[in-house]
Antibody, heavy 119, light 107 residues
């Protein structure tokens, strides 16, 4: 069974940093693009970033570019996002998802981890 | 960035009704579009990809159509478990974006 499980969320002050993790199982992690999507409380979905199978190609949403860094450790079936210079508007549930290609879609999602940015 | 506009933003309907949700892209995206269903407190669930391909395990009452800038998600006969919020998403170019969502509620 394909499964992705996020962790690392919590309360952080504005300007602070946080690193989220996502551990995958049930598929060959090193063969897939992976992505982060977030959802602010009561709001819609916002794509954050994605990364190719070997970690050499990364893309970011406009609102996080320069502040967030996506990475992966294929040996540990793990995906990460390092979030710096956090703002109140970064408060959201962060989802990790597997990305399929040709045609593209996000086909397996985790339950999410909540990040709250507040003083 | 490519903008996706969904309509309506919400609708009230009944079990058994046919439901159509539209998604309009600000520029042509070929068939690089997916649809997701999300229930409260749960992650999104993939329904349709490539504008019209049904994800494995998704009931056949769900269908997608369109290409270019105009797309539709149709539920042929709404079931109680279909009351949820639906989102479209494009994959044409970065940044990837989602539509604003359509909340399907019980009348």
């Amino acid at each position: 069974e394909v499964q992705v499980v996020e962790s690392g969320g919590g309360l952080v002050q504005p300007g602070g940093s946080l690193r989220l993790s996502c551990v995958a199982s049930g598929f060959t992690f090193s063969s897939y693009w992976m992505t982060w999507v977030r959802q602010a409380p009561g709001k819609g979905l916002e794509w954050v970033a994605n990364i190719n199978p070997d970690g050499s190609d990364k893309h970011y949403g406009d609102s996080v570019k320069g502040r967030f860094t996506i990475s992966r450790d294929n040996a540990k079936n793990s995906l990460f996002v390092q979030m710096n210079s956090l703002r109140a508007e970064d408060t959201a549930v962060y989802y990790c998802a597997r990305e399929r290609v040709r045609p593209e879609r996000f086909d397996s999602w985790g339950q999410g981890t909540l990040v709250t940015v507040s003083s | 960035a490519i903008q996706l506009t969904q309509s309506p933003s919400s609708l009230s309907t009944s079990v058994g009704d046919r439901v159509t949700i539209t998604c309009r892209a600000s520029q042509g995206i070929s068939s690089d579009l997916a649809w997701y269903q999300q229930k409260p407190g749960k992650p999104p669930k993939l329904l349709i990809y490539g504008a019209s391909s049904l994800e494995s395990g998704v009931p056949s009452r769900f269908s997608g159509s369109g290409s270019g800038t105009d797309f539709t998600l149709t539920i042929s006969s709404l079931q109680p478990e279909d009351f949820a919020t639906y989102y479209c998403q494009h994959f044409k170019s970065y940044p990837l974006t989602f539509g604003g969502g359509t909340k399907v509620e019980i009348k």
